[in-house]
Nanobody, 124 residues
Framework: QVQPGESGGGRVQAGGALRLACAAS????????VGWFRQAPGKEREFVAS????????YYTDSVKGRFTISRDNAKHTVYLQMNSLTPEDTAVYSC?????????????????WGQGTQVPVSS
């Protein structure tokens, strides 16, 4: 099965931007839903955004709409999360995951393969 792997995390100042990448290994993301989740210190993991590889249907959580953009590169088998206008409240470990497809795509239980996560500390 596909194994996602994140890259691109790092420290950024408030108001700055960062692009995370989620690359597929083992298999491609074809026919999967790829989701980005984040977990801030002391908080539960939360849904950030998702994209269906075939068809490209995209969803965001309300707090990132207008600031974050999820996209895919078919040739590179990679999903990106462009994060703009970052705030300290965006500080978290960001993880990407793959799902065969579920109406519960906003819930982490719908995803069966997870990357190792990448830290994004946003300083004020």
């Amino acid at each position: 099965q596909v194994q996602p792997g994140e890259s691109g995390g790092g420290r950024v100042q408030a108001g700055g931007a960062l692009r995370l990448a989620c690359a597929a290994s083992g298999r491609t993301f074809s026919s999967y839903i790829v989701g980005w989740f984040r977990q801030a210190p002391g908080k539960e993991r939360e849904f950030v955004a998702s994209i269906r590889w075939g068809g490209g249907r995209i969803y965001y959580t309300d707090s990132v709409k207008g600031r974050f953009t999820i996209s895919r590169d078919n040739a590179k088998h990679t999903v990106y999360l462009q994060m703009n206008s970052l705030t300290p409240e965006d500080t978290a470990v960001y993880s990407c995951a793959a799902s065969f497809g579920s109406r519960r795509f906003r819930q982490s239980q719908a995803y069966h393969s997870w990357g190792q996560g990448t830290q994004v500390p946003v300083s004020s």
